[in-house]
Each structure stands twice: as structure tokens, then as C-alpha cells.
């Protein structure tokens, strides 16, 4: 590697209050709970999900609610889209200035990724727990990591994605708004599992959760566009680095106390270059799987 410094379709469904325990034929309904943090929950607890999309969003092909059900939603402040939209307006006064991962954070519900004790934070700018000693990262910090990506020399497509650290599912959900293919690896069991049920009330598409060791990549699926790793190693993996396409990006926090986001493009077949950007905070890349 050579140092060279420079600078779906995705519906949204409505989630409608099964608290009452019917399914929507009348017939009783038994949700099973994987964790207290799902989107199931949360969804429950808020009565509806609504798609706070721009008006050319794949978002708004959902089901609109009833008036009833619908003012019962914006009764609620974790899905007001004015608390979204002061989300964003942050993000983009931090400096991000991507209308696309924009308009992919104003879609995105964070909060139905979050504990439901949580939720009331879902929007301020910082990481919450998640659970097995990893966070949910900060909003600024996944757009600013997905508009690095988008920043390419290829007018910002990107057309397959891998993220390295799945967590409860909230990245993988704003990079299917940008990318066509997403391809999203956790090592600990539990967390995939959690992923794997926040995300399916939202019915993504275009999003293929894999269980394993995030280290090795998929190179079954590679090449990628980009690659995104959401922990931080010493440096990282040849095995990544070897599953980019030339031209591709992969954007990754780099160090052990001291942590800094690092751009790494390939440039051929042998070399890539190396730029780093800012100072951050994650938890640490570890190996294999539990």
C-alpha cells in the first residue's frame, strides 16, 4: 500500500400495533421478542412507521395509514418527522453535503433500532448501546462515512457494498438508499439475529445479512464498490483490501486509543492509496465468530 495524502426498492410498510394480539385476519397473534431492541417493539409501542422520504423516494411506495392511525403517530415525538429532519439539518451543519445520504438519513426510523428505553435519544448526534459491548454509531458518523464512499470516480454509484460490523442494522438500512446491492457481515450471533429483525418490518430488498468472521470479507460475492467497516483494527485486513474493485473505496476507523478514519482507495491490481481524514471513536475489530 502506498501513504499518499489527499484530500430498492425500500418500502416502508406500515408497522401497524399488534399490542392487542390479533394478526391483521382477526386470528391471535403471538410475536415472539428476540431481544427488548427490536424494531417490532418499538413499532408496536409507536403505533405506526412512516416514511418522512423526498417526494422521488423509492420510500413512498408504502401504505399510507388511516387518519386515526395516523394522527395517533405524530402524536408521538420518536416518529415526528421534525425530530428526524433536526437530525439531518446537524448532520449536514457537521459538514456533510451529500443530498443523497441526506435524504437516506431523513428515512431511515433510527429509533426502531434502538431500545425502546433508548429511543426518546434515537436522534440526538451519539452512539447508544446495542448490547455484547457494541454501539449504534453516531448519525454524523455513518453519513460521514457513506458520503466518503459516494465520493468516488464513478459519480458516486455504487452498485455492491460490504459492510464489515452489521450491529443492529441501521447502517446497512441508509446504505441500501445508495447503493444497489448491500452485503453486511457480524461476528456475534445474537447481533445478526437482531439485524435480521429490525430490518424485516422495513422489508429492504436489496440487504444480504451473513454471519461470520467480517475479517475474511465475502469473497464468494466480491468485488465491491466499497467497503465500509464499522470497528476499528491496528489496520486493515489484506482480505478486504483484495476484495475491492479497482477504483473502489473502503472507509475504516484505524487505531486502538487513538482512532482515525482512513480512506483507502485502489488504484490497480497491487496498490492502493491511503489518506486520512478525522479523528473517531469505535469499538475494536476483533476475529472469528460468537
Excluded at 417526494?55 to 420518536?78: E, K, Q, Y
Excluded at 457494498?161 to 447502517?171: A, D, K, N, P, S
Excluded at 467480517?214 to 467497516?229: C, E, K, R, T, Y
Excluded at 492502493?272 to 471513536?281: A, G, V
Aim: net charge positive; with cysteine; hydrophobic share 40%.
Amino acid at each position: 500500500m502506498t501513504g499518499k495524502d489527499r484530500r430498492f426498492p425500500l418500502p416502508l410498510s406500515s408497522v401497524v400495533d399488534k399490542s392487542a394480539g390479533t394478526a391483521r385476519g382477526g386470528s391471535p397473534a403471538a410475536i415472539r421478542i428476540a431481544t427488548p431492541q427490536t424494531a417490532t417493539q418499538n413499532a408496536a409501542q409507536n403505533t405506526i412507521v412512516r416514511s418522512y422520504a423526498p417526494p422521488d423516494s423509492p420510500l413512498n411506495s408504502v401504505s399510507r395509514p388511516s387518519p386515526v392511525t395516523a394522527g395517533a403517530a405524530f402524536a408521538s415525538p420518536l416518529v415526528s418527522g421534525a425530530v428526524r429532519n433536526a437530525m439531518v439539518a446537524r448532520v449536514a451543519k457537521q459538514g456533510v453535503r451529500d443530498s443523497k445520504v441526506l435524504a437516506a438519513m431523513e428515512a431511515v426510523p433510527r429509533h426502531m433500532f434502538v431500545e425502546s428505553g433508548l429511543a426518546s435519544q434515537a436522534y440526538i448526534d451519539a452512539s447508544l448501546p446495542i448490547g455484547h459491548h457494541q454501539t449504534i454509531s453516531q448519525p454524523y458518523i455513518v453519513a460521514r462515512m457513506i458520503e466518503i464512499l459516494r465520493a468516488n470516480t464513478n459519480g458516486g454509484e455504487l452498485n455492491r457494498v460490504l459492510e464489515i460490523g452489521t450491529g443492529c442494522g441501521y447502517q446497512a438500512a441508509v446504505l441500501s438508499l445508495v447503493a444497489k446491492e448491500v452485503y453486511s457481515i457480524e461476528r456475534i450471533k445474537p447481533l445478526h439475529e437482531l439485524a435480521k429483525t429490525n430490518l424485516r418490518p422495513l422489508r429492504i430488498a436489496n440487504i444480504r445479512l451473513h454471519y461470520g468472521d467480517g475479517m475474511l470479507g465475502l469473497p464468494q460475492v466480491a468485488p465491491f464498490d466499497g467497503i465500509i467497516l464499522a470497528a476499528a483494527g491496528l489496520q486493515v485486513p489484506q482480505a478486504l483490501l483484495d476484495q475491492m474493485n479497482i477504483g473502489g473505496r473502503l472507509v475504516a476507523p484505524v487505531g486502538e486509543r487513538h482512532q482515525v478514519l482512513q480512506l483507502i482507495e485502489r488504484v490497480s491490481k497491487f496498490e492502493w492509496t491511503n489518506t486520512t481524514l478525522e479523528e473517531c471513536h469505535f469499538v475494536p475489530l476483533r476475529p472469528g465468530t460468537v
